[in-house]
């Protein structure tokens, strides 16, 4: 396609090398073109016949007049706010350094957190991406899980691998992790380091303790954004210890430089039932509460 595109120039490829010989001129714009097409691939990890055509014309690609785009999947699909809420938690990390977003499940929280940081990398405005999570149990004893310590990990931390492999084609993301530039790690692997020119994100967080999410905010270093979700309605901690995301909203509320982002039912973007199950339960824990404190008057009366 190239060569019917300059039918002026010689083009050879072999293996991943364009040799280009013939007009100077001609060569220059070639390569500009081509120059193009590499970061649009970059950039949205797909390039289509239709999107040569349009560099070579000198137009915008379809891709790049969709408005308001993070990132693009690896399969080209443009992945950005699709509620108010989820541009609120957007905005707040162009303008803040330290966010909570915190909602129910299938909001996006972790998802559109993860795209942020993916996108922060490609643009070199972080080193960077610290994905982390606290190891709790979701109300299951896993028991004595067989391997290396990465292999008793992993479990915990594979939504998070999901999101990635979303967003970054397989060899690219194994040779980051590989090169440390995106570190997944339990939240206990935190203590004593300090994280500078990077997208951290803290996952889950309503299963901290009040000392461990202390300590993990306190890891900030220069250069340096934090993204904090958790759900509260999924809280996995024993009934007798408080959450550390609840302590923490609490305590940092209207601190400068914090932004907290709350998402509702309305931002799920999962499937329906999803919204349908999180009103249900959220119905019945009202219920359940409504009932617990009319026993407790009556005890008292």
């Keep these: 396609m190239l060569k019917s595109l ?23 714009k070639a390569e500009e073109d081509i120059e193009t ?4 691939v970059v950039k ?8 040569i055509l349009d560099i070579v014309k000198g137009k915008k690609t379809k891709e790049d007049a969709v408005k308001g785009v993070i990132v693009y999947s690896i399969s080209g699909r443009p992945i950005k706010s699709r509620s108010e809420n989820q541009q609120k938690l957007i905005d707040a990390f162009e303008k803040d350094d330290m966010i909570f977003a915190v909602g129910p499940a299938g909001t996006g929280k972790t ?10 990398l490609k643009e070199k405005t972080a080193k ?32 998070l691998y999901d999101a990635l492999e979303d967003m970054l084609p397989a060899v690219k993301l194994q040779d980051l992790m590989d090169k440390q530039v995106i570190q997944i790690a339990p939240l206990a692997f935190m203590r004593g380091r ?28 220069w250069n340096t954004k934090m993204i904090i979700t958790g759900d509260m309605t999924q809280i996995d901690l024993p009934h007798s210890q408080t959450s550390g995301l609840k302590e ?13 982002v709350n998402l509702t039912n309305k931002d799920i973007v999962r499937h329906k039932l999803v919204t349908r199950i999180v009103n249900a339960y959220e119905a019945y824990d009202k219920e359940r509460e409504r009932v ?8 008292k009366g």
């Design 44 to 51: 949205y990890n797909t390039i289509t016949e239709e999107d």
């Design 111 to 120: 998802y559109l957190g993860i795209a942020l940081a993916v996108r922060a």
């Design 292 to 299: 617990r404190q009319a026993k407790a008057a009556e005890e």
């Design 128 to 159: 960077k991406i610290i994905l982390s999570r606290p190891a709790v149990e979701a109300g299951e004893k896993l028991g004595f899980l067989p391997g290396d310590m990465k292999d008793k990990i992993d479990p915990y931390l594979q939504p």
């Design 194 to 221: 300090t994280l500078s020119d990077a997208v951290v994100i803290l996952d889950e967080a309503q299963n901290t303790t009040p000392a461990q999410i202390r300590m993990f905010l306190t890891r900030m270093g």
């Design 6 to 28: 300059f039918p002026k120039l010689r083009i050879v490829a072999r293996d991943n090398v364009i040799r280009i010989l013939g007009d100077e001129e001609e060569m220059a």
């Design 248 to 260: 923490a909203l609490r305590v940092l509320k209207g601190t400068e430089g914090i932004s907290i």
């Design 37 to 40: 097409m590499r970061k649009h």
